[in-house]
């Protein structure tokens, strides 16, 4: 090293993310990955600064320490993908704790080196029955919501004895909640909800948006969709569906399996680019699809247009009436107040860097406290269903739930549907949970 290299140890600089170059030959090399893994590996060895966050470091850890070097190096490559497999690319790691993330010249971007990792098992291995169901939510979706099947698939998803049948036969935990589904779906239950707005555009936005629904919040959550049509005609925006879409492909993004995400982005970018062109802007309920939209689909197509016309318009729901708020175009008109409400912030709004919009929109009913829990639920989609990860999903789950009890507020509330149906499932109460928008609603009385 020469007198005049500097190393620094972490960095006061914003991270940056690097495109995924899932498209190149060396992405796909075990021999790279697994070079590439030893070297990322051995830094965070040296480091051990995520431990809490999820399993994936503790099982790192657990390999170094149980070796016969007591190093990283003494792990049998085989191994590695115990690691993989413990993380759901929450991206809590990158965004809040790691002090090596680009530009830093270590250059560790954890999670898309496990996405990277767990695309090449699943190129290389497939995926089990289980899991590929699991992450098929539209074709689940149109199966479980036709009239009658809903209420037969709901039943039988309350039942005890089926469901430890069900965790015997498909791996399926028998104590994890697992969402209702209804035939009556949100589009279905807002098709006469529109109605014409003069849009006013104010700062970013254009006071028009489109909702994609989301495969949770049309078969699994539809009555969310009215919450969000009520507010934001409230707010006199105007709202409509997006034409048609399928799954923003996240679900098959945490598989590893790439090439049905990109059939996910040849269906859903030219519905959404043309929404844009013709002057609306983009929200959805869930966090992790307008993460989809916002940071990943951009990094694995950094030179497509449509994607970056599309990113540029996306927006969470919250983002987008704050930003409306701040020139004056948010109605403050409430007429009840919501006393306590314990918020959890889900990891993929955290990681979208635009603060806690939901908080900040929240806070302004009157007679309202809303109490932010910045930790991550552990849930994932599918970590918190998975026989062999739902204990480890609550472990998680218990500093959020543990402040969740202590508090006991009038309400527990969090963007992610999936995300309070998990928490909520472990408190002592086991309180419903409700969406931000419905809560909005509530205050409004509309």
Known sequence: MS?????????LEAPTRHPIEWQSEDYWSRDKLNTELERVYDICHGCRRCVSLCDAFPTLFDLVDESDTMEVDGIDKSDYVKVVDQCYLCDMCYMSKCPYVPPHEWNVDFPHLML??????????????????????DKVGKLATIPLVDVTVNALNSNKTFRKGFQAAFGVHKDAPIPQYHA??????VQFMTKQVTPKAVGKTTGKVALYATCYGNYNSPDLGEDFYRVFQHNNIHIELVPKEQCCGMPK???????????????????????????????????????MYKQELPLMYPDDEAVAKVQKAFFDPFEYLFLRHKAGEFNTQFVTGLDNISYHVACHLRVQNIGLKTRDILALIPDTTVHP???CSGHDGTYAVKVETY???????RPVVRKVDQLKAEHLASDCPMAA?????????????EHPMTLLRKAYGI
């Open 3 to 11: 007198k005049n290299t500097v190393t620094k140890e972490g960095g």
């Open 116 to 137: 990277r990792a767990k695309a090449l098992k699943f190129k290389e291995q497939g995926a089990s029955f289980r899991d590929r169901v699991l992450t098929s939510t």
């Open 184 to 189: 009556k779906t949100l589009r279905k239950s």
């Open 253 to 291: 993004l945490e598989l590893g399996d790439l090439d049905a995400v990109a059939d996910a982005k040849a269906n859903n970018i030219p519905v959404l680019a043309r929404l844009v062109d013709e002057g609306y802007d983009l929200i959805a309920p869930v966090p992790s699809c307008v993460l």
């Open 373 to 375: 829990q910045e930790r």
């Open 391 to 397: 204990d480890k999903a609550v472990k998680i789950a």
């Open 421 to 433: 149906a998990h928490i909520a499932d472990l408190t002592e109460t086991g309180e419903k949970p």
